[in-house]
């Protein structure tokens, strides 16, 4: 039980265009979905945090104009890195728990975005 | 602000051997604590927590980590560690600071087993 799953697992695009990235939560329901960004042999970095039907809260640092995240169900949640540029080059990592953060967070696979 | 330290980058443990991942931590009330492994180029997984109770917690995998209060420590440990273990580990801590409800992740240990 508890799986999540992220789409795409890894995209190449070219610097200007918009990725969409989506996390889904399979058999459980999501009150909270988290978006994630760790660079090479590096730790996550917390990027923002969303409620079911709330706006996102995002950490400090990131352009919230630039990674557009949506909770729109629960069940789903989207990321979508606007006109993305190489720096944005990254492996993306969503996690979904129910409840508080007692409970454990549960994470897809994540995706490496490659930005030419 | 709620923290976790990870004082090893690299942890190299010959293979049927007891291993240990050292995590301190610096809360500020009661800590809530996991562990979570990530394996190449996946998500990461939940190994055990720690909200309150008996100070060893067990977890999947074979590993056990316990808690100890007076040294703000919850290492991991495993009694025979197997190559397939090798992976990187994270040690977390719950922060409910400034009306945030999220865990803080420390920078991570490379376990190595080596054969």
């Known amino acids: 039980g508890a799986v999540v799953s992220q789409h795409p697992s890894w995209v190449i695009c070219k610097s200007g265009t918009s990725v969409k990235i989506e996390c889904r939560s399979l058999?459980?329901?999501?009150?909270?979905m988290f978006w994630y960004r760790q660079f090479p042999k590096q730790s996550l970095m917390l990027m923002a945090t969303?409620?079911?039907?709330?706006?996102?809260?995002?950490e400090q640092g990131v352009e919230k104009d630039k990674f557009l995240i949506n909770h729109a169900s629960l069940t789903l949640s989207t990321l979508t890195v606007t006109s993305a540029h190489p720096e944005d080059s990254s492996f993306y990592i969503c996690s979904a728990r129910t409840g508080n953060s007692n409970q454990p967070q549960h994470f897809g696979d994540g995706t490496r975005l490659s930005i030419l | 602000a709620q923290s976790v330290a990870q004082p090893e980058d690299q942890v190299n443990v010959a293979e049927g051997n007891p291993l240990t991942v050292k995590c301190t931590y610096s809360v500020s009330g009661n800590p809530y604590l996991f562990w979570y492994v990530q394996y190449p180029n996946r998500g990461l997984q939940f190994l055990l927590k720690y909200i309150t109770g008996d100070n060893l917690v067990k977890g999947s995998y074979g590993f056990e980590a316990e808690f100890n209060k007076s040294q703000t420590s919850f290492h991991l440990k495993k009694p025979s560690a197997l190559v397939s273990d090798s992976a990187l580990y994270f040690c977390a801590v719950r922060d409910i600071g400034g009306g945030d409800d999220k865990i803080i992740f420390g920078k991570g240990t490379r376990l190595h087993i080596l054969p």
């Open positions: 058999d459980f329901q999501a009150t909270t």
């Open positions: 969303s409620n079911e039907g709330s706006k996102a809260t995002y």
